[in-house]
């Protein structure tokens, strides 16, 4: 393995346009003779770093793959019995090289461009089936981030949706028996929110004192599987909102929180063959009663259709998101856990309703028989009725029994002094469970003699009957399925996906190797240190890459979203403030032209959001900035910048702004998620910021696996350290760290090699290059459309920076084509859209990201002209914007091969604009996707099958 398979430099084949003949062809189009020559220009003097990145030279894939093993081989696995929410599973191998490994699946983008999501929307749907039909209840999202964080979320949606008069304002009851990370997380988002959380014994009655809502857990921390159908009904006599965090495997044999009475279920499905990842990334759920829905954080799939009436899965009710509702919205959350969802939903496609019920019947069979054991032997148990989780007490002896079952390979959760607990899971054997025995001083297992559930919480009631969930049984019949739905996609391995603000690039296969390796992805995040030392080195020696490329002082990347790493960052600036007793400085300025998680995250922060203007060149306005500041010197928090801003300029003036916040008093946020414009070249901690967040799912390589798992560390300079995210598992909170953000330490750690490796392949050169490239191929498409679609905002010599937007509004003016309509006609070029219609309303953004070969781009920019073409067509009355191809497209294969067709234009124009179309197509599965009428009448779930064969029937 020493010897070098291959001589090129990895950068060489993560950069696309990277033959000299290519950059010259590039160069001469924007008018320039060298890259560093264009940067020079388009990279203000003012914020240029001066000296290169320190960081260890470019490794060879094979190289990186050596140290990978070297760190995977510091960490020790065992039979990981810890539970406290996180338990092994066996993620079936169908599933995790098809869908996990596959990057038609992982490289694919969030679906907001419908019509070429048809596939994950359907895999996301049946998630939000299984969920519903789990809890017993009838809406469901498509995702949150992590457990903790859905109970803070249910929380926060309680604190809306109660509208008793006298409960509303009321306090907020945690029972004691909930996971203590996910405690740990409501009490630090309450802080900052200002509203009272109690933590009390539920079990044993409501407290007094007017309450918003309560959080019950089923099964318990403990393991405790107790009836709450009283409690329930005392908290809604009472005006209280109610949520279960419940198990999804447990719920196959016990009652659903829906049938007890509950408005809100949350949970996580990790357990449903997710690998544990050392704490994540692994996909939350949520699900409501009926009424909730608009209330509902994250994103969720519904049922619509297509302009030829044939029903089409699209992302629903997204008025409730950031991106409109900015800092009114229901959540700051935008990347969640797709991927992880799509695993969950898989592995209940491949069990079916018997296979679940069966797994969760031996789980609980196991874990009785390990109880009959330690009975047997005298140990008391806390609780005689569980599922698969047993809370031991063992008087001054748990360390010794820790240490006994460590000794045999295996983890147990040490609670304190006294008391040990056990948590048994899919891939339990007897074996392992006479071996915990032993280690608590009991002798091997026997039979199972009692502690059957108790008839009072036995589920009664089917679940997962949809077809789905029962004919894909065979491996077989599963692989095709998600082929099938895979195929229905446009993702990454098939076009580039010039979304600007999300940067595309390169997943490479090599960066993605380690994720699946035992060694990392079979680690308990509250694995014992000694454990786990490859992936704390790993972790640190990441963090402090990111710290010197960004030019901060540390870093944390516990985050597990760009919109987390926002929220850590603004709550890291209000610790600061209140170490120096400002607690009026709660006002965060956020220009116009702002991503909506800003706002979203800084309400979250109990903080006041101003709105600074834009001014006509895209920039900061600052006569108004000059005035918001003047207003609100006394109680200024901090602005929350972009940069470069999200229309794609760099602000000559920055450290000017930065310079004017100071003075007031103010921190400076600098919105990372474009660092793919910076790397190598400027460094927010140097040229003014106190704080940002970077986004791993972007600049960093992560794939964004249809809406995420994502990573959003925070960097921060040195005074803010002491405010950077604790641990949520700490008993007590931490000295010098500030309120956990994620439910275990390191977040989503289980996709952070992917980074850790792309950064050893680059190394400081070759990460300062992909920068230079960026700008090239940026530049080098706003010269080539400007002409045909005017780039709206330019800096220093006319360049942008690592993105352009294209104003089509005059177009559409002219010619009533839409934006939308040219971003659906490209479908038919077999391209993903850019982003449409963000920052500024009818444009798009491209970004190209270094990682596209000029050929791709050129083939970007003939579709581009061609349809530019298409709209003088209108423009000539060749057809009427109605009876265009844009407004018509995408194009299925039905719509062309149809025998009435009654078109102004040719079949051939339809499906083949272009020549090489002929050989390489890509047919959309659904045409022209009608949203509104989605939201007019939601469907959630998965719809009956009749709906697909008869689409007379689902027009009612
Ligand atoms: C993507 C993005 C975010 C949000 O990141 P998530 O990981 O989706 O939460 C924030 N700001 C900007 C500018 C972004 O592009």
């Known amino acids: 393995m020493t010897v070098q398979s291959t001589p090129t430099a990895f950068a060489d084949r993560h950069i696309g346009a990277r033959r000299q003949a290519d950059v010259d062809t590039m160069l001469k189009a924007i008018g320039y003779d060298s890259v560093d020559g264009l940067v020079e220009v388009a990279v203000p003097d003012s914020i240029r770093q001066e000296t290169a990145l320190k960081l260890q030279d470019a490794l060879t894939e094979v190289q990186v793959l050596a140290e990978l093993r070297k760190l995977a081989s510091k960490n020790k696995t065992a039979v990981q019995m810890i539970g406290q929410g996180y338990y092994d599973t066996v993620t079936p191998p169908v599933i995790r090289r098809n869908i996990l490994e596959a990057p038609a699946w992982y490289t694919a983008y969030t679906p907001y461009q419908p019509e070429i999501s048809q596939g994950r929307l359907e895999a996301l749907l049946n998630f939000q089936t299984m969920v519903q039909d789990l809890t017993g209840l009838p809406v469901a999202n498509a995702s949150l981030l992590d457990e903790a964080t859905a109970v803070a979320e249910a929380v926060l949606l309680m604190r809306r949706a109660n509208k008793s008069k006298t409960a509303k304002d009321g306090k907020t009851v945690l029972d004691a028996d909930l996971l203590p990370q996910t405690i740990a997380i409501v009490k630090g988002r309450a802080e900052a929110l200002g509203f009272e959380v109690e933590v009390t014994d539920l079990s044993a009655g409501l407290p007094d004192g007017e309450i918003n809502g309560i959080v019950l857990q089923q099964p318990g921390v403990s393991g405790r599987v107790f009836d709450h159908t009283a409690v329930i009904a005392d908290a809604k006599e009472r005006g209280a909102l109610v949520t279960v965090a419940a198990d999804l495997l447990a719920l196959t044999l016990i009652t659903p929180p829906g049938e007890q009475g509950a408005d809100v279920a949350v949970g996580t499905a990790q357990r449903f063959g997710v690998p544990l990842f050392f704490g994540g990334p692994h996909a939350a759920y949520m699900a409501v009663r009926e009424g909730m829905e608009r209330t509902l954080p994250g994103r969720i799939v519904g049922v619509s259709k297509d302009n030829a009436g044939v029903p089409a899965y699209r992302l629903a009710l997204q008025t409730r998101e950031q991106h409109i509702r900015r800092e009114k919205a229901t959540s700051n959350i935008c990347t969640a856990q797709a991927l992880l969802a799509i695993v969950a939903s898989m592995y209940a496609v491949y069990h079916g309703p018997e296979g679940l019920k069966a797994i969760a019947e031996t789980v609980h069979g196991h874990a009785r028989v390990l109880a009959s054991a330690l009975q047997k032997a005298g140990r008391e148990l806390v609780s005689e009725t569980f599922f698969d989780t047993l809370t031991v007490r063992v008087?001054?002896?748990?360390?010794?029994?820790?240490?006994?079952?460590?000794?045999?390979?295996?983890?147990?959760?040490?609670?304190?002094?006294?008391?040990?607990?056990?948590?048994?899971?899919?891939?339990?054997?007897?074996?392992?469970?006479?071996?915990?025995?032993?280690?608590?001083?009991?002798?091997?297992?026997?039979?199972?003699?009692?502690?059957?559930?108790?008839?009072?919480?036995?589920?009664?009631?089917?679940?997962?009957?949809?077809?789905?969930?029962?004919?894909?049984?065979?491996?077989?019949?599963?692989?095709?399925?998600?082929?099938?739905?895979?195929?229905?996609?446009?993702?990454?391995?098939?076009?580039?996906?010039?979304?600007?603000?999300?940067?595309?690039?390169?997943?490479?296969?090599?960066?993605?190797?380690?994720?699946?390796?035992?060694?990392?992805?079979?680690?308990?995040?509250?694995?014992?240190?000694?454990?786990?030392?490859?992936?704390?080195?790993?972790?640190?020696?990441?963090?402090?890459?990111?710290?010197?490329?960004?030019?901060?002082?540390?870093?944390?990347?516990?985050?597990?979203?760009?919109?987390?790493?926002?929220?850590?960052?603004?709550?890291?600036?209000?610790?600061?403030?209140?170490?120096?007793?400002?607690?009026?400085?709660?006002?965060?300025?956020?220009?116009?032209?702002?991503?909506?998680?800003?706002?979203?995250?800084?309400?979250?922060?109990?903080?006041?959001?101003?709105?600074?203007?834009?001014?006509?060149?895209?920039?900061?306005?600052?006569?108004?900035?000059?005035?918001?500041?003047?207003?609100?010197?006394?109680?200024?928090?901090?602005?929350?910048?972009?940069?470069?801003?999200?229309?794609?300029?760099?602000?000559?003036?920055?450290?000017?702004?930065?310079?004017?916040?100071?003075?007031?008093?103010?921190?400076?946020?600098?919105?990372?998620?474009?660092?793919?414009?910076?790397?190598?070249?400027?460094?927010?901690?140097?040229?003014?910021?106190?704080?940002?967040?970077?986004?791993?799912?972007?600049?960093?390589?992560?794939?964004?696996?249809?809406?995420?798992?994502?990573?959003?560390?925070?960097?921060?300079?040195?005074?803010?350290?002491?405010?950077?995210?604790?641990?949520?598992?700490?008993?007590?909170?931490?000295?010098?760290?500030?309120?956990?953000?994620?439910?275990?330490?390191?977040?989503?750690?289980?996709?952070?090699?992917?980074?850790?490796a792309y950064v050893k392949l680059m190394g400081g050169q070759g990460l300062t290059e992909a920068t230079k490239s960026a700008l090239l191929a940026a530049n080098y498409v706003a010269s080539r459309l400007d002409e045909h679609f005017p780039v709206l905002y330019t800096g220093e010599g006319g360049l942008v920076a690592h993105e352009c937007i294209l104003d089509l509004r005059e177009l559409t003016a002219r010619t009533g084509v839409t934006a939308e309509d040219v971003a659906k006609r490209l479908i038919d070029f077999g391209f993903h859209a850019p982003t449409l219609a963000f920052p500024v309303a009818g444009t798009l953004m491209v970004e190209p990201t270094e990682s596209e070969d000029l050929a791709e781009i050129d083939r970007f920019i003939e579709a581009m002209i061609t349809i530019r073409a298409e709209i003088e067509q209108v423009a000539g009355g060749d057809f009427t914007v109605e009876k265009s191809p844009l407004r018509n497209a995408p194009h299925t294969a039905a719509a062309v091969v149809n025998s009435d067709w009654d078109r102004d234009y040719p079949r051939e124009q339809a499906a083949f604009p272009v020549h090489h179309l002929k050989q390489d197509k890509y047919f959309p599965p659904v045409g022209r996707i009608d949203g509104a009428a989605g939201d007019r009448n939601l469907v959630c779930s998965c719809p009956p099958l009749e709906a697909f064969e008869n689409t007379a029937d689902f027009e009612n």
């Open 395 to 756: 008087p001054g002896k748990a360390e010794k029994v820790i240490a006994a079952a460590e000794a045999r390979g295996i983890n147990l959760r040490l609670i304190d002094a006294d008391t040990v607990g056990v948590s048994v899971d899919e891939t339990t054997t007897p074996e392992v469970l006479s071996a915990v025995a032993v280690a608590f001083g009991a002798g091997p297992v026997g039979h199972a003699a009692g502690f059957e559930l108790p008839a009072s919480v036995v589920r009664t009631s089917d679940f997962l009957q949809h077809p789905v969930f029962n004919t894909h049984r065979s491996e077989t019949q599963l692989l095709r399925y998600i082929r099938k739905l895979s195929d229905r996609d446009l993702a990454l391995d098939r076009t580039m996906i010039p979304l600007g603000s999300c940067t595309m690039k390169l997943n490479a296969t090599a960066e993605m190797e380690a994720i699946s390796w035992p060694e990392f992805a079979s680690i308990h995040p509250f694995a014992p240190d000694h454990q786990t030392a490859g992936w704390r080195e790993l972790i640190e020696d990441l963090e402090a890459d990111l710290t010197e490329i960004t030019g901060y002082d540390q870093v944390s990347i516990q985050p597990n979203a760009g919109s987390q790493g926002e929220l850590a960052g603004l709550l890291a600036i209000r610790g600061y403030h209140h170490s120096r007793g400002d607690q009026q400085r709660t006002v965060c300025l956020i220009p116009a032209s702002a991503h909506g998680t800003n706002a979203a995250s800084a309400v979250l922060a109990g903080m006041k959001v101003v709105v600074v203007a834009t001014a006509a060149d895209g920039t900061i306005d600052h006569a108004d900035l000059t005035a918001k500041i003047e207003a609100n010197k006394d109680v200024l928090s901090c602005i929350m910048i972009t940069y470069p801003s999200t229309h794609g300029v760099y602000d000559a003036d920055v450290r000017d702004v930065c310079d004017a916040i100071h003075a007031a008093g103010g921190q400076v946020y600098v919105d990372g998620a474009n660092l793919n414009a910076l790397v190598g070249l400027a460094q927010p901690g140097k040229f003014g910021g106190d704080v940002s967040h970077l986004n791993l799912h972007k600049t960093f390589c992560i794939p964004h696996g249809g809406g995420g798992p994502g990573v959003g560390p925070v960097a921060a300079k040195a005074h803010l350290a002491p405010f950077m995210p604790g641990d949520a598992n700490k008993a007590v909170h931490e000295e010098g760290h500030g309120v956990a953000i994620s439910a275990s330490r390191y977040g989503s750690a289980g996709v952070l090699p992917i980074s850790w």
